[in-house]
C-alpha cells in the first residue's frame, strides 16, 4: 500500500508546523508563493519575530516570490526535485531576495 502524495496546498499549508524559529533567527520576510497548475494558488508566506504564517492570497511587495507548477512544488519539498536542478532547468522561478531564496528551505523540516 502506498502513503497518499501529499498536495501543495498541504504543504504549504502545513509551513507553520515545520517552522524552525531558531533557523530564521532575526529574519523579516514576506514570500510570495504562485504555484499553477492543478492544486495550485497563491500563498504569502510572512516570517517575523520567530514566527511563520501562511495565508492565500497575493502580497503588495513580497522579499520574494516563488513560481512553480504545483507538482513540481511537491516534488521540491517531499525530496523528489533537486532545488539547485529546479532552478536552473526553469521550474523554479524566483523574484526578489536570493540570499532569503537559499536560506529558506533551511527555515522548515518537512525532510
Known amino acids: 500500500m502506498s502513503e497518499q502524495r501529499p498536495t501543495a496546498r498541504q504543504l504549504v499549508e502545513s509551513m507553520p508546523k515545520y517552522f524552525k524559529p531558531e533557523k530564521a533567527e532575526g529574519v523579516t520576510a514576506v514570500i510570495q508563493y504562485h504555484l499553477s497548475g492543478e492544486g495550485g494558488g497563491s500563498w504569502v508566506i510572512h516570517i517575523e519575530n520567530g514566527t511563520c504564517t501562511v495565508e492565500e492570497g497575493t502580497a503588495n511587495n513580497p522579499h520574494l516570490t516563488l513560481r512553480m507548477d504545483a507538482e513540481d512544488y511537491v516534488d521540491l519539498i517531499t525530496g523528489k526535485l533537486d532545488p ?28
Open 84 to 111: 539547485m536542478t529546479a532552478f536552473m532547468t526553469g521550474k523554479l522561478q524566483l523574484e526578489g531576495d536570493f540570499t532569503l531564496a537559499t536560506r529558506l528551505q533551511s527555515f522548515f523540516g518537512m525532510r
